[in-house]
């Protein structure tokens, strides 16, 4: 019999945080972080991680636990929150997997398959290197070359993925965009209820715009001094992250902190376009439009527990 997940997703700043405490509380969960910049420490603000005082005794998993030194990705991801699920399942709770990274939640949903080839550091080495030298438009359009679909999906600045997809193609012949279609077109080994938090989308950018403000007013200047000063450098994989980069352009003089505040606005929410394309691309999704709950979330965290409790109690998996 398959294991019950929950998946709480969205775009960044609809709001994920709060509802997926409430519904862990009321269900008897533990909370999977699939976050991309929550697992660092000292990355709390530009991250908006999760404070101790917000958890209010609910058990959270992949949040404060690698330094920001230390590469993560999906596999890595994917590792780790395994190793969570099995501790959950053995105290018989419900696992929540809560976070924006929807590559991250494909991954551990369908138990993708990144199985590599021994030859992949060579590879890597010569992108990232031709990187450096010529620029994220020029690998990206070594990419759009081989894998359009990839391109497309893929922003240019997000040199991790651009390399990663034509470092597998180079090894494999095959495009990366058809082996995860193909990865997506699994059965999943869980019974999941996965969730998608959006609302309309001139109230999703004054959040992001808010958002932005309060991170700077809580001191995310000051953040990105401290881990500047602690060897974190731009090429790092915690450096990438939206607020980080952006911040370390300005504290290196390469824009003002106006120019430097007005792109990390623009492209989050650029981001969170991307998030909700991904999020329409996947299966079986149950969508929550937060203006249909009145942007009350106790109303919505009361629609997804008594949505599971019916559905385990008829298929008898309560």
Request: glycine letters at 6%; a neutral charge; aromatic letters at 10%.
């Amino acid at each position: 019999m398959k294991k019950n997940l929950i998946i709480l997703t969205g775009p960044t700043a609809v709001g994920k945080t709060a509802v997926s405490i409430r519904v862990a509380q009321e269900l008897g969960g533990e909370i999977i972080s699939a976050d991309s910049m929550q697992i660092y420490r000292y990355m709390d603000i530009g991250s908006a991680k999760v404070t101790k005082e917000e958890m209010d005794g609910v058990p959270h998993h992949l949040v404060d636990v690698l330094d920001p030194r230390e590469n993560f990705n999906v596999a890595r991801f994917q590792m780790m929150a395994k190793e969570a699920l099995a501790g959950i399942y053995e105290r018989n709770h419900i696992p929540v997997i809560v976070g924006g990274t929807g590559f991250y939640i494909q991954a551990l949903l369908y138990d993708v398959n990144f199985a590599e080839d021994g030859n992949h550091f060579e590879i890597r080495r010569e992108l990232e290197a031709l990187g450096e030298e010529r620029g994220n438009e020029y690998l990206h359009e070594r990419l759009r070359q081989i894998d359009p679909e990839s391109a497309q999906a893929i922003h240019a600045n997000n040199r991790k993925r651009v390399i990663r997809a034509i470092e597998y193609y180079r090894l494999t012949g095959q495009k990366i965009s058809e082996h995860n279609q193909t990865e997506r077109e699994k059965e999943s080994p869980y019974q999941f209820y996965y969730y998608v938090l959006t609302c309309d989308r001139a109230r999703l950018y004054q959040r992001i715009e808010q958002r932005v403000d309060q991170m700077l007013d809580a001191g995310l200047i000051d953040e990105v001094y401290r881990l500047k000063e602690m060897g974190c450098q731009r090429g790092m994989v915690s450096m990438q992250g939206l607020g980080y980069k952006e911040i370390l352009d300005y504290l290196d003089g390469i824009c003002s902190l106006e120019e430097a505040v007005s792109i990390l606005k623009r492209d989050t929410r650029h981001f969170a376009k991307r998030q909700i394309t991904w999020f329409k691309r996947e299966r079986d999704v149950r969508w929550l439009y937060l203006e249909d709950f009145g942007y009350d979330r106790e109303k919505i965290v009361r629609h997804i527990c008594e949505e599971f409790r019916k559905e385990t109690k008829s298929n008898g998996r309560l």
